[in-house]
């Protein structure tokens, strides 16, 4: 039966998964820049290059690990060869929430760009959100070949586009460099706002840990993983650098942090040309459109990967004609919905935070396995060796911890149920495993693969 078939296909090539990464990581450009000011104002522009260069640590772990143990369990059989298999499951289970509450955060700001258009009722914003997901579950389960193409075509669309803009803003005779130096300059809510901010904006570089979810659908080798993960640290740093600077000048920061859709708003009420503002709107509703591609597909990854290792029923590892694991794609949509519904109108801080404190524990987690693994495993074959060992990764961890310290204190208080609801869930899984081992299969018992494994991966 085709609804029964098993095995991801090779369709994504270098370029592709750098779109779909680094697109990923420009996401909530539209609606998110509001609370970038609000936290720090025009020193965002700096914070993105900064947060690219701390995070290199974090993604060099990354890009040894996915090379030696290139599986679409990822983060899971990391931490499982590692240290064990509850703590692999811990970890993707954390992993799962980081990558899962993008789609709805990226689904709202649709609902952001319509707002400027119409007044939509708060009521029914969630349900749009919900709308959108609906939508693209149906193209979630056609060939990821197609994901990767469009990827590579939205992507050169609407950085061109980001840029494009920015140079009309500069060059308008409305940006003044007044409304920065004069308005507290570029930190204006000093040290506290800085660090604050560059805990926050964080989650903008989560698209760079998704990648290694999709390594058994590439069709480049596994060593090249670190290729992809610091371009979607540095192209992405490079765009939100220029694309804030341009728009810090327009109007003091906190006049822009006032307005939902600063880009637009700031192009009509500066009469500059209207089809600057709907290039604006069109280009983050693009890079919306990105990272829901790309955080979904790596939700159901997650799923995948975990049954794969036995950790979850082996209906995740189903896939349709197309290759993809449909029975995951449901999952993610539930859970997308779940997360939209506790949603509420300060969505943009609270995506944030929840994501931002997720994220921390699974870099550290991520590191800690890459350490403990050079002592475990030195004989394993490392296609790519992170230059200086484990003093990167100890830099790793320590820069996790601190952006899980600080992303606590960002936490309001609409995001603790959910987390709580989430924590719970994970905690109950394995229960329910040993139910389906003792009721179902006797023989399904927790496997951990090895480099001698790869090739079950290979199609």
């Not at 060059?171 to 308005?183: R, V």
Request: glycine share 8%.
């Amino acid at each position: 039966m085709a609804a029964q078939r098993t095995g991801l296909k090779r369709q994504l090539s270098l370029f592709s998964l750098i779109a779909i990464a680094a697109g990923s990581v420009l996401g909530g450009w539209l609606a998110e820049a509001p609370y970038w000011f609000e936290l720090t104002g025009a020193g965002a522009a700096f914070i993105f290059p900064i947060l690219a260069v701390i995070l290199i640590p974090i993604g060099l772990a990354f890009s040894e690990l996915a090379s030696m143990l290139p599986f679409t369990s990822s983060l899971d059989v990391w931490a499982s060869s590692a240290m064990n298999s509850t703590m692999g499951w811990a970890t993707q289970w954390l992993f799962f929430l980081v990558q899962v509450v993008e789609p709805p955060l990226v689904a709202f700001i649709f609902v952001t760009a319509a707002d400027f258009f119409v007044d939509v009722p708060e009521a029914a914003k969630p349900l749009i959100a919900i709308a959108i997901m609906v939508i693209w579950f149906f193209f979630s389960n056609m060939k990821i070949e197609l994901t990767g193409l469009l990827a590579i075509a939205l992507f050169i669309l609407m950085v061109g586009i980001t840029l494009g803009d920015s140079i009309y803003y500069f060059a308008s005779g409305h940006w003044d460099f007044q409304n920065i130096s004069h308005e507290g300059g570029f930190f204006p809510h000093g040290i506290f706002g800085a660090v604050a901010a560059a805990s926050a904006l964080v989650l903008k570089f989560i698209g760079f840990g998704m990648t290694p979810t999709m390594i058994q659908e590439t069709t480049f080798p596994a060593k090249k993983m670190v290729t992809v993960i610091l371009a979607a640290l540095f192209i992405p740093a490079a765009v939100y650098f220029i694309a804030t600077f341009a728009v810090s000048g327009l109007a003091p920061h906190h006049v822009i942090a006032q307005l939902s859709t600063p880009e637009p708003e700031l192009v009509k009420s500066l009469g500059m040309p209207a089809v600057v503002g709907l290039l604006a709107i069109f280009s983050g509703l693009l890079y919306a459109f990105t990272t829901l591609m790309g955080f979904w597909t790596s939700s159901a990854r997650v799923l995948y990967g975990a049954s794969q290792l036995r950790q979850l029923p082996p209906w995740f590892l189903r896939t349709n004609k197309h290759g993809q694991p449909y029975i995951a794609n449901i999952v993610v949509l539930a859970f997308g919905i779940f997360f939209a519904a506790f949603t509420s109108t300060n969505w943009v801080q609270y995506t944030y935070s929840l994501s931002v404190v997720a994220a921390g524990a699974v870099y550290f987690l991520g590191c800690l396995s890459a350490y403990l693994l050079r002592s475990k495993h030195p004989e394993w074959k490392r296609p790519y060796r992170s230059p200086a060992g484990k003093p990167v990764f100890v830099i790793g961890m320590v820069v996790s911890a601190a952006i899980t310290i600080v992303g606590v204190t960002l936490l309001p208080a609409n995001a603790w149920p959910p987390i709580i609801a989430f924590l719970l869930i994970g905690a109950l899984v394995p229960l329910g495993m040993r139910y389906y081992r003792s009721h179902v299969d006797p023989t399904y018992t927790p496997i951990v693969l090895s480099p001698e494994d790869v090739d079950i991966t290979k199609e």
